[in-house]
């Protein structure tokens, strides 16, 4: 193996035993920089060094592939790492129920800039996917928002009119819309977006997706 080859492998060798020390350690984003680094470092030593006669070293080579895969796999570890820290810190300032956290936002916005904001922290607009789910939704809601105001729903009917979608753009299974009064939805193709009422106990209603409501952002707890 000649010296720069050994070089490489060293350097991975290294990487790999201190990136694995991160995990164990718990360590944040500057350790995953040193990572990135030094894979990059030795993927250019690596790319500038043959043998004198042309051939690579198969062997050598094999270890060194492997080894940048466990990397790789590190690398996605503390990704991983980082997102579940993000996410107890988001979840800490909201509330948390089975599978899910909940975080109130009580400035106003219109549908697809609430949405837009969900997913830019890392979740979507709330979409209670059961009649338990609902009622802790409805309670958290009057706790944080007010008892007589509104939220988006993360579900809409912009693409099918009547055809109720989530944010994967899956038909929804639960619904809890207000049919004994107002025989909701009832807003046709002028009102394509959903809101949960606090002032009707949770149920809703279909709404203007320009109009301005306050919001809840759910993030999955895995």
Known sequence: MGASRKRTFSALL??????????????????????IICVVQSAVEQSSTKRKNGKKDSANSAAIDELKKQIDEIVQDLNLIKEHQSLQTVCLKGIKIPGKCFLADPIKKTFHTANDDCIAKGGTLS??????????LYAYVRQTI???????????????????????????????WESEITHQPDGGRSQNCAILSSNANGKWFDENCRAEKASVCQFNIV
């Open 14 to 35: 290294i990487c790999a035993r201190f990136s694995q020390r991160v995990i164990n350690m718990g360590f944040k984003s500057v350790k995953l920089l040193f990572c």
């Open 127 to 136: 979409s209670p996917l059961s009649g338990d789910e609902n009622d802790q």
């Open 146 to 176: 007010g008892p007589e105001e509104h939220i988006w729903l993360g579900i809409n009917d912009i693409l099918k009119e009547g055809e109720w979608m989530d944010q994967t753009s899956s038909t929804i299974r639960f619904k809890n």
